[in-house]
């Protein structure tokens, strides 16, 4: 149980594009998902909290117009980087918490590398 | 605002005990410490977490000191599977949301060595 999947694994963009990643919780209802960023041989970095049909809350000195985030139902957020470039370019996370309980499940990364 | 410090790397022989420190002196009263391991380019695994008082399962155990100032984490006999990055994490509560989010630390590579 408690399955985070991500889609998708790797993309390439070009820079000043968008491109969208997703996260879902396959066999529980996430009420509270989190958004991270790693860099390599870095720790991951939390972004922004999202819960279920509310906006999301951001970190400190993370851009929200910048990275969007959607949380439209109970298994199912996104996560957009608007006019990527490439210092944008890193390991993308989400993690999901369920409802009752306090520790995340984490997707298995998106890596995003924008040219 | 990193909450907790780990050294940066260790070995340990396999079949022998892996035990890494974690040091959060300024956790507060209600904090959890959480560990997780991240095997490279994989999302981080959950292995146990506690408040004040020692946990087990059976992936691992937790001793916590009476203090909670400090946290060790110990594989009982290590693999080579076990070669990963620990992370130890405090989960702190974000009361303008009622939520609770995790302070991850630097993590510590173990590389459990043949």
């Known amino acids: 149980g ?3 999947s991500q889609h998708p694994s790797r993309v390439i963009c070009k820079s000043g594009t968008s491109v969208k990643i997703e996260c879902r919780s396959l066999d529980f209802q996430a009420t509270t998902m ?3 960023r790693q860099f390599p041989k870095k720790s991951l970095m939390l972004m922004a909290t999202s819960n279920e049909g509310s906006k999301a809350t951001y970190e400190q000195g993370v851009e929200k117009d910048k990275f969007l985030i959607n949380h439209a139902s109970l298994t199912l957020s996104t996560l957009t980087v608007t006019s990527a470039h490439p ?4 390991f993308y996370i ?3 918490r369920g409802t009752g309980r306090y520790e995340q499940y984490f997707g298995p990364g998106t890596r995003l590398t924008v040219t | 605002d990193a909450k907790t410090t780990q050294p940066t790397s260790m070995d340990c022989a396999e079949g022998r005990a892996a035990n890494l420190p974690c040091n959060h002196s300024t956790i507060s009263g209600n ?4 560990w997780y391991r991240q095997i490279h380019s ?3 695994q959950y292995i146990i977490h506690g408040l004040k008082n020692n946990e087990t399962n059976e992936m691992a155990s937790l001793i916590i000191t009476e203090d909670r100032k400090s946290s060790t984490l110990i594989l009982p006999h290590a693999t080579l599977r076990d070669t990963a990055v620990y992370y130890c994490i405090v989960r702190v509560e974000v009361y303008t949301s009622g939520t609770y989010k995790y302070i991850f630390g630097t993590g510590t590579r173990l590389k459990v060595l043949a």
């Open chain 1, 87 to 90: 210092e944008d370019s890193s």
């Open chain 2, 31 to 34: 904090e959890y410490v959480y």
């Open chain 1, 34 to 36: 989190f958004w991270y």
């Open chain 1, 94 to 96: 989400c993690s999901a």
């Open chain 1, 2 to 4: 408690a399955v985070v």
């Open chain 2, 42 to 44: 994989q999302g981080p």
